[in-house]
Nanobody, 112 residues
């Protein structure tokens, strides 16, 4: 049974940091490209960052967010620094490979 379980979301003030984690099981993690998407209210889901061996980023988060993966622990992380109110969204973990798998999402709210 495939599972992607996100954690680490919450409420943070502008300029703060959060670290999201996604724990994967039920598939060959190391063979999949892992990515983080986000969806804000009333907006389409957008790609934030992806990692195969190295990370790639949306322009809106470059220099602030860092994606990393641990193939031994089947986890992927998103370190988010210098958070802005416009980063508020539900953040989803996605595995892309032979099949696509999605997590259930974790809410990130950036507000004073």
């Amino acid at each position: 049974q495939v599972q992607l379980v996100e954690s680490g979301g919450g409420l943070v003030q502008p300029g703060g940091s959060l670290r999201l984690s996604c724990a994967a099981s039920g598939f060959t993690f190391s063979s999949y490209v892992m990515s983080w998407y986000r969806q804000a209210p009333g907006k389409e889901r957008e790609l934030v960052a992806a990692i195969a061996n190295t990370g790639s980023y949306a322009d809106s988060v470059k220099g602030r967010f860092t994606i990393s993966r641990d193939n031994a622990k089947n986890t992927v992380h998103l370190q988010m620094n210098s958070l802005k109110p416009e980063d508020t969204a539900v953040y989803y973990c996605k595995a892309r490979g032979r099949y696509d798998y999605w997590g259930q999402g974790t809410q990130v709210t950036v507000s004073s």
